[in-house]
Each structure stands twice: as structure tokens, then as C-alpha cells.
């Protein structure tokens, strides 16, 4: 689990003006027509890699005979001027292809990432179910990273203490409460985690298909469980490749491509809009895949 807004957050960076490629203009309202409580205006994000000394060296050799500049870093725009507002009630699928932006999307969402350039405004207390256990602090006993992690999701050792045994309960680690965090396996790690993300009902869930929170039976409780947050949830962003999954728990759609919006509208046109350029089946067709979570650790 990764560290999240409790209340607001807004972030505004950007001297620098996004890349070429817009996807679109600021909107000050969602699809839904009512306020947003996730609002990006102009949003886009560049990584920056650096390159190992000796591919430097190498490179710069190379370079050097092609007489071109040597650089041992290169910059990669992942989202370009993304404008998007998201209001209360809305359950928003993320699709594209591979790398084409939308875990980076939910990332910055969650405040991951700060934008490169643009505005990011989040009302509301979200729960990012994206990268279990980033939150934990290794050193501390498993309960106290209970309360830490419910601290990174707004709530205070009271809120928490009257939810641990619950905790407790549906990880199945209680005999290993007082054990610090760095004796655990990753199993172990993600189910603690993933027990705290949802034991607490969030204003906002980001949800990464390609979460993986431990063993096959683990899976099955996994299941029920996210079922159960996203009915809780306010809003609720799923990033996935199943459009199965999109078409039943989604009611709007968002195709990234290129780290720029394609296509936002209504979940069933935006599937099928992405299926026949691609080439998949939609679920009409028959895709068999099941709904989203978790991958066996
Ligand atoms: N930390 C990072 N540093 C540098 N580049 C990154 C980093 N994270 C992602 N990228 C690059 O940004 C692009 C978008 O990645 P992202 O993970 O958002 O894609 P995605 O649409 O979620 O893909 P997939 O469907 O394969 O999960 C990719 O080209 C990826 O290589």
C-alpha cells in the first residue's frame, strides 16, 4: 500500500510546459455533471533515466566517434496535459496498452508522483491499492505498522484501535503482531497490508489489477474483499487489461494511449472502441478472464 491523501491534496508544479500532444483542456466538471473530487488540468509527468557507468562510458565513446552530445540521462514523457475531473459516484476504468501510462495515472493520482507540469486536485481519502507495504516501516513491530498505515489513509490511533482485531482476523497474522516487519515473508507483508487498505472504507479507491497479495487461498478472500471496498468506495479507478471486469464494476471508461486520453465516455463505448482497434474480443464476445485483484505471490 503507498502513501495516500487523507483530506485534500493538491499539487501544481510547471514552469515547464507539457510536451506536445494534448489530450484535451481543463474541465472544472466530471461526466457525471457534478463536482470533481479528482481533478487533473494539464497534468504530464517525465521520468528521467540515468544510465550506469559504464553504459556511459561506453555511450560516450560512441558519441564521441559519432560526434554527437553524450548524455548519461534521457527523459521520457509518461503523461502528456491530462485533463480529467472524476465526481463522486463515478467508477472509472482505466484501459490502453502496455506502457501507455495508466498505473503512472493512478500513481500520480495517488500522490505518488507529483505531476512534471499541471494541476492535480484530490478531495477525500484514498486508498491506493497499487503498491502493498510501501508504507511500512520494516524496523516497527506489525501492529505499529497497522497504525502507521492507517495514519498514511487518514485515520488516528483511535479509529484504528477499534478495527485491529478485524485486522487481525481477516490477515490470519495475529500471532505475529509483535514481530518487526522485516522477519516477514513478502506473503505476509502484502496480506497485512492489504488487510488494513480495506478494512477502512475510503472516499477514493485506485485499484491495480496487477496487485498481487499472497497465496491462492489468500486470493479467494482477496476477491470478496475488493468486491466489498468497491461498494463502500465513493469512486472507485480501476486500471485494468480485463474489459469483463471494466464492463461490470465500471460505468466510465478512460483510454490512455501514448500517456495521452484517447477516448472518456460511457465504459461499454470505450471498450468497444478500444477492442476493435486493438483486436480483442470485448466481453460481449466471451472473455472468460475474472474480475480484477490479485496474482498468486
Ligand atoms: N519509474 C519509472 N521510470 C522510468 N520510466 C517509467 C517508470 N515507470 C513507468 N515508466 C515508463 O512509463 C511508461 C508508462 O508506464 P506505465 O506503467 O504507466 O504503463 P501501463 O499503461 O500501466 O502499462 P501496463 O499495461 O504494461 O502495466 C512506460 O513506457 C514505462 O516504461
Redesign the pocket.
Known amino acids: 500500500m503507498s502513501p495516500s491523501s487523507a483530506t485534500k491534496t493538491s499539487w501544481s508544479s510547471g514552469s515547464e510546459p507539457g510536451p506536445a500532444g494534448s489530450s484535451g483542456r481543463a474541465e472544472s466538471s466530471d461526466r457525471a455533471g457534478g463536482a470533481s473530487v479528482i481533478e487533473l488540468s494539464g497534468v504530464s509527468l517525465r521520468?528521467?533515466?540515468y544510465h550506469d557507468k559504464y553504459y556511459s562510458l561506453k555511450r560516450a565513446c560512441i558519441d564521441l566517434f559519432l560526434r554527437r552530445e553524450t548524455s548519461n540521462h534521457s527523459a521520457?514523457w509518461?503523461l502528456r496535459d491530462v485533463s480529467l475531473g472524476i465526481a463522486r459516484g463515478e467508477r472509472v476504468g482505466i484501459l490502453?496498452?502496455?506502457?501507455?501510462?495508466?498505473?503512472?495515472?493512478l500513481?500520480v493520482m495517488a500522490g505518488i508522483y507529483p505531476p512534471t507540469s499541471g494541476r492535480l486536485r484530490v478531495e477525500g481519502r484514498v486508498a491506493p491499492l497499487i503498491e502493498l507495504g510501501a508504507g511500512f516501516n520494516y524496523e516497527l513491530s506489525g501492529e505499529d505498522n497497522v497504525y502507521l498505515n492507517g495514519a498514511l489513509l487518514g485515520f488516528d490511533r483511535r479509529e484504528m484501535r477499534a478495527r485491529i482485531d478485524r485486522i487481525w482476523e481477516f490477515s490470519g497474522l495475529r500471532q505475529f503482531a509483535g514481530l518487526p516487519l522485516k522477519y516477514y515473508s513478502s506473503g505476509m507483508l502484502s496480506r497485512l497490508s492489504f488487510a488494513v487498505a480495506t478494512e477502512v472504507a475510503p472516499d477514493i479507491l485506485l485499484l491495480d489489477e496487477?496487485l498481487s497479495v499472497g497465496d491462492a487461498s489468500f486470493k479467494a478472500k482477496a476477491h470478496e474483499r475488493i468486491m466489498s471496498v468497491i461498494e463502500r468506495s465513493s469512486v472507485v479507478i480501476l486500471?485494468s487489461?480485463d474489459m469483463t471486469s471494466l464492463s461490470k464494476i465500471c460505468t466510465r471508461g478512460v483510454w490512455?494511449d501514448h500517456?495521452t486520453i484517447r477516448r472518456d465516455g460511457p465504459i461499454d463505448e470505450v471498450i468497444q472502441a478500444y477492442t476493435e482497434e486493438v483486436g480483442h474480443s470485448s466481453p460481449a464476445a466471451g472473455s472468460n478472464h475474472e474480475i480484477p485483484t490479485a496474482d498468486a505471490a
Open positions: 521520468f528521467t533515466t521520457f509518461a490502453g496498452p502496455n506502457g501507455a501510462g495508466k498505473s503512472t495515472l500513481r496487477t486500471v487489461h490512455i500517456g
